[in-house]
């Protein structure tokens, strides 16, 4: 038996409840920081700058792509 394909694989928020401007407004996402496991996104209000919600992805390959290729002849870390 097939295994149902996910509807949705990830939302995401164009517009949220900002409390300064009382009302549902659009939304920019910005990166806060890049995870072994994921990167977490902060969600502002596009009018007026306040944090209006979060995510955090569970999507590495934005870490491991920061980490790059090693330069030749430097050591490598024990894991």
Same mark, same amino acid.
């Given at each position: 038996?097939?295994? &149902? #394909?996910?509807?949705?694989?990830?939302?995401?928020?164009?517009?949220? $409840?900002? *409390?300064?401007?009382?009302?549902?407004? &659009?939304? #920019? %996402? %910005?990166?806060?920081?890049?995870?072994?496991?994921?990167?977490?996104?902060?969600?502002?209000?596009?009018?007026?700058?306040?944090?209006?919600?979060? %995510?955090?992805?569970?999507?590495?390959?934005? $870490?491991?792509?920061?980490?790059? &290729?090693? *330069?030749?002849?430097?050591?490598?870390?024990? #894991?």
């Amino acid at each position: 038996m097939a295994r &149902p #394909r996910d509807q949705f694989e990830e939302f995401e928020a164009t517009s949220l $409840f900002c *409390p300064r401007c009382r009302r549902a407004t &659009p939304t #920019r %996402k %910005k990166l806060l920081l890049v995870l072994p496991g994921g990167s977490k996104y902060d969600y502002v209000c596009a009018e007026c700058g306040t944090a209006v919600g979060g %995510k955090t992805d569970n999507d590495p390959t934005a $870490f491991h792509t920061t980490l790059g &290729p090693l *330069p030749p002849g430097a050591p490598r870390r024990a #894991r």
